[in-house]
């Protein structure tokens, strides 16, 4: 039976959606330093969507997310040391952090990979998934040890399921939509969805990671 205690669950509410490509999968272009539409077997090809938290909650996520990778070291030392968080980015006024999940358009086997889940406030699908920056909602996703092409560890976050209880759109968007009302409080998570299938062991499935976005937090 596979073992699946490599994955740890973030779960992230009432937050600030950053980069959302969550309408199909998109790569970085190098020359043009910025994201591009592409098919799902395209190298790089990634559905992801990023999230803001206050410096204080950043700090608490980090820290889970550095005892989870250390807790997988113990299991494997094959695994370097823990160095960053893929992804993770301070804003440049330093009141805000960023992270960056994402999930492959093909699995390690290079069968098609499965779109992240993207609901809207009422837990139903949400039907125009072209949403931008500033969007509010939850995500949720599982964070594994990865270790990149210059041999760093750290630990990395598959994108598995966005609520957005607030879409942003582009060229007045909003006004093709009914109003739908949206729980005061948020359910305490998506109980409806599995959690994601197993993946080989992070030391059989070092992938590069050039696509990530930013850099850790020096705290």
Request: glycine residues 8%; charged residues 25%; contains cysteine.
């Amino acid at each position: 039976m596979a073992d699946n205690t490599d994955f740890h669950k973030v779960l992230v509410k009432n937050t600030t959606l950053l980069y959302p490509r969550l309408n199909g999968t998109y790569r970085f272009n190098a020359a043009k330093k910025q994201s591009e539409p592409c098919q799902p077997t395209a190298s790089g090809a990634s559905w992801s969507c990023g999230f803001e938290l206050p410096v204080a909650e950043a700090r608490t996520l980090h820290a889970e997310l550095k005892l989870h990778y250390e807790n997988c070291k113990a299991r494997n030392p094959k695994l370097p040391a823990f160095a960053k968080v893929f992804g993770m980015k301070k804003s440049e006024d330093g009141t805000k952090v960023s992270f960056a999940a994402k999930r492959t358009g093909t699995k390690g086997d290079g069968s098609a990979n499965t779109a992240p889940k993207v609901i809207d406030g009422m837990k139903q699908p949400l039907e125009n998934l072209a949403i931008w920056s500033g969007s509010k909602g939850a995500i949720r996703a599982w964070a594994f040890p990865a270790v990149d092409p210059e041999g760093v560890g750290g630990s990395s976050l598959i994108l598995d399921t966005v609520q957005v209880t607030e879409p942003i759109y582009g060229d007045g968007g909003l006004d093709d939509f009914d109003e739908v009302a949206t729980p005061a409080k948020p359910r305490d998570d998506f109980d409806d969805f599995s959690a994601p299938a197993a993946a080989p062991k992070p030391q059989q499935q070092a992938k590069p990671l050039n696509e990530v976005l930013g850099d850790d937090i020096p705290f």
